[in-house]
C-alpha cells in the first residue's frame, strides 16, 4: 500500500524498504575480489 | 541615442521573452535584468574596442586574438550553482547562501563573454525528474504550460525553449539534464564526468553529479560545453556518420510509447541514411543497475545534506525528505557492495558496446506529462510519473560517460529527445551524430507562446 504523501515518517519506511530489497538482490559472492567504482578509467 | 551593441540586442531579446513568458512558466527563480543589461554593454564596449585595436594592428600588419566566444550570450545557470551577487536557493524552503565567488563554470563563461540572466528554477536540491517544486512553484513547459517541463534542470531547459536564454548550465546525477531537455525540445550534454568543474555547486550526489549545458542547436551546445570544460572551442560538429555503427538499445525503446517510438525510428532511418549502420543493442540487465544507482545516490544525498538536515528536516518537501533521509539508514557496506556492483555494470556496458560507436535510446519513453498527473500510461502499464521518466536515464547515469540528447522530432504538438551514449571521452563523436540527427529536422525552437 502507497503511504500518504503528506506522512514524512510513513514516506521513509517505505523508501528505506525500497532501498534494503534492492541492496538484497546485489549479491555479496559476484562481486568477491571487485573494488568499487573508479571512474572513467573502469572502461578500459 | 547611443548605437545598441549586438551583445545589448541579443540580451534585451532575452529579457524581453522573460517579462512576457516568466510570470506564466516560472523558468527563473531570480533575475538581475539591471545586472544583464549592464553586463551586455560591457561586452559590446569591450567588442568595440576590439575592433578598433584589430584595425590599427591590422594597418600595422598584425592581428588581435578571436573574438570571445560566448559574446553577448544570454545564459540561464540552474539555482543550485553559484552566480557571486545572486542567491543560490537550491529551489528549497528556506535554504539560501549569498556566494562572494562565482562557480568555475560561471567564470568560465562570463570570461568567454557570456552574460547571466538569472537563476533557473529546479527541483529542492535538484531532487526530483518532473520539474515541480512546491516552495517555489513548477516550472511549466513551453511547449504547453499545462505539461511538465521535466526536472531536475526545468529552469535552464525551458528558458533556452522558450527564448529567454540561448544558453544555459544544468546539472544531471540521474537525468536532470536529459529528461527536460527531451521534454522541452534542446540539446542538454551530460559530459564525461569529471570534464566540466562542479566546485561552487549544492551536490546531490558526488559519483554520479555531472554538470553540463543546455541549448537550442548542437553547435551551441558544442560550443558551451568546450567553455564549460575550460578548453579552446573546437569548429562546430559536422552533421558526418558515414562508416559509423550505432546500437539502439532495444530495452529501452521497449519501454516507450507509440509516439516516442515513431520519432526515434524516423532518426533512426534518417542515420542510416547518412550512412551509419543502425543495428539492434543488447544491454546489461538495467533493472539490476537502476537499482544500483537508487542505493549509490540515497547514501551519497545522504552524506551531502547531512551539515544541515537537521536544521532543514521539517522544510523539506516530504517525498524528498523521504528520499534523503532513507539514506542515513544504509550501512557503508551496503554503499560499497553497490559501488562494486557498479563497476561491474560499467564493465558489461562497455562490453555490450564492442564493435559500436553509440548507442541510441528514448530519453523519456513519454511525452511531457500532464502537470498535474501522478501516473501515466506506458505500454498499457499505469506508473508513477517519476518512476516512468527515470526509466531510461537513470540506469545510464553510472556509466561516468557522456550522453547527449538531441531533439528527434514533434508528435502531437510536443517535442521527443533522443539519447545518445558514447565512451568516456567520445562528446565530439556523439555531437557529430546529434549534428546529422538535427541536420533531418533542424533544431526545433524556439516554441510558438
Known amino acids: 500500500m502507497m503511504p500518504r504523501p503528506d506522512d514524512p515518517d510513513a514516506l521513509v519506511a517505505a523508501e528505506l524498504a525500497e532501498l534494503e530489497a534492492l541492496a538484497a538482490a546485489l549479491s555479496e559472492g559476484e562481486v568477491d575480489g571487485v573494488p568499487p567504482v573508479q571512474g572513467p578509467q573502469d572502461w578500459e | ?449
Open chain 2, 1 to 449: 541615442m547611443s548605437a545598441v551593441g549586438p551583445a545589448a540586442e541579443r540580451v534585451e531579446a532575452a529579457i524581453a521573452a522573460t517579462e512576457r513568458l516568466n510570470p506564466t512558466l516560472n523558468a527563473y527563480l531570480h533575475v538581475d535584468l539591471e545586472g544583464a543589461r549592464a553586463a551586455a554593454a560591457e561586452v559590446d564596449a569591450i567588442d568595440a574596442a576590439r575592433g578598433a585595436i584589430a584595425d590599427a594592428e591590422r594597418r600595422a600588419g598584425g592581428s588581435v586574438g578571436p573574438a570571445r566566444p560566448l559574446a553577448g550570450m544570454p545564459v540561464c545557470v540552474k539555482d543550485i550553482v553559484d552566480v557571486a551577487g545572486m542567491p543560490t536557493t537550491a529551489g528549497a524552503a528556506d535554504w539560501v547562501r549569498h556566494p562572494d565567488e562565482d562557480a568555475t563554470v560561471v567564470a568560465r563563461l562570463r570570461a568567454a563573454g557570456a552574460v547571466v540572466v538569472g537563476k533557473g528554477n529546479t527541483n529542492e536540491f535538484a531532487c526530483g525528474i518532473d520539474g515541480r517544486n512546491p516552495h517555489k512553484g513548477d516550472c511549466r513547459n513551453p511547449w504547453d504550460p499545462a505539461r511538465l517541463s521535466g526536472g531536475s534542470s526545468s529552469g535552464p531547459a525551458t528558458t533556452v525553449a522558450a527564448g529567454m536564454a540561448a544558453g544555459a548550465v544544468g546539472s544531471d546525477t540521474s537525468g536532470s539534464i536529459r529528461v527536460p531537455a527531451a521534454l522541452c525540445g534542446v540539446v542538454g550534454i551530460r559530459p564525461t564526468r569529471g570534464l566540466v568543474p562542479t566546485d561552487g555547486v549544492v551536490p546531490l550526489a558526488w559519483s554520479l553529479d555531472a554538470v553540463g549545458p543546455l541549448a537550442r542547436d548542437v553547435a551551441t551546445a558544442a560550443l558551451l560545453l568546450d567553455v564549460l570544460a575550460g578548453r579552446p572551442p573546437a569548429p562546430a560538429p559536422r552533421p558526418e556518420v558515414g562508416g559509423l555503427r550505432l546500437g539502439i538499445a532495444t530495452a529501452l525503446m521497449d519501454l516507450a510509447e507509440e509516439p516516442v517510438l515513431d520519432a526515434l525510428g524516423a532518426a533512426a532511418a534518417g542515420l542510416r541514411g547518412a550512412g551509419a549502420a543502425v543495428v539492434d543493442c543488447e544491454l546489461p540487465d538495467l533493472e539490476h543497475a537502476t537499482g544500483i544507482h537508487r542505493i549509490v545516490q540515497a547514501c551519497e544525498v545522504a552524506a551531502a545534506h547531512a551539515p544541515w538536515f537537521e536544521r532543514q528536516r521539517d522544510r523539506y518537501a516530504p517525498g524528498v525528505r523521504a528520499r534523503i533521509e532513507a539514506g542515513y539508514a544504509l550501512s557503508a557496506e551496503t554503499y560499497l557492495r553497490a559501488q562494486r556492483h557498479r563497476r561491474l555494470f560499467t564493465r558489461a556496458f562497455a562490453a555490450a558496446m564492442n564493435g559500436l560507436d553509440a548507442v541510441l535510446a528514448p530519453a523519456s519513453p513519454v511525452l511531457a506529462p500532464p502537470i498535474e498527473a501522478e501516473e501515466v500510461t506506458v505500454r498499457a502499464d499505469r506508473r508513477p510519473v517519476r518512476a516512468a521518466l527515470l526509466s531510461c536515464v537513470a540506469p545510464l547515469s553510472q556509466l561516468d560517460c557522456p550522453i547527449v540528447t538531441v531533439p528527434a522530432g514533434i508528435r502531437e504538438g510536443l517535442p521527443v529527445g533522443l539519447q545518445l551514449i558514447g565512451r568516456p571521452g567520445s562528446e565530439a563523436l556523439l555531437l557529430r551524430i546529434a549534428a546529422a540527427v538535427e541536420s533531418n529536422g533542424g533544431p526545433i525552437g524556439p516554441t510558438s507562446l
